[in-house]
């Protein structure tokens, strides 16, 4: 056996020891890695309570109605507060609805507070023509500020302009380590 391989084997001998007996903790500066929080499951409801307070037709294009849109709500459950949403929805010929858009939430979610900027997506394309979509934190500030997580959503959500309707959310969050 040469010199070199004597070598490799002792340092990968070395480094099989440190990994079998825990001893990487213990040198000086290395902190074991940080582990975000198991998954939580999340659950309410999300409600507007003065939709389209701005609802602007925007175009109308092929039958397709394009509607421009923001929105008061009201979280309860896992996320108790309120919020702002800005988002756009087509209203297309075969009678069903898309929509997108970004809701900032401020409230509190397992006793943290902070806001939120969450992210959905969804339609009304099913035989009960009842929202359907799916959303995701985007990111956070306050205690929520490492706050992950995503779901869906499904209920009737408002009939129109100024009138309440809400959905209901299951989802899982996780605060990541700081």
């Not at 008061?72 to 075969?94: L, P, Q, R, W």
């Not at 943290?112 to 985007?138: A, C, P």
């Amino acid at each position: 056996m040469n010199k070199s391989q004597i070598i490799r084997k002792l340092t990968i001998g070395t480094a099989l020891a440190f990994v079998i007996f825990g001893f990487i903790p213990m040198i000086q500066g290395v902190q074991p890695l940080a582990q975000a929080s198991k998954p939580i499951s999340a659950s309410g409801t999300w409600s507007w309570i003065t939709p389209s307070t701005y609802f602007d037709v925007s175009k109308v294009a092929n039958v397709n109605t394009f509607i421009s849109a923001d929105a008061d709500e009201v979280f309860t459950g896992t996320f108790d507060g309120t919020a702002y949403d800005v988002f756009t929805m087509t209203i297309h010929s075969k009678g069903f609805i898309t929509g997108r858009g970004r809701t900032l939430f401020t409230g509190i979610v397992l006793g943290k507070s902070g806001t939120l900027r969450i992210q959905w997506v969804g339609n009304t394309k099913n035989d009960e023509g009842m929202w359907w979509f799916v959303w995701i934190i985007l990111s956070g500030t306050g205690e929520l500020a490492n706050l992950h997580g995503q779901g869906t959503c499904w209920g009737p959500g408002p009939a129109g302009p100024g009138v309440w309707g809400g959905v209901d959310y299951t989802g899982n969050i996780f605060f990541a380590p700081d």
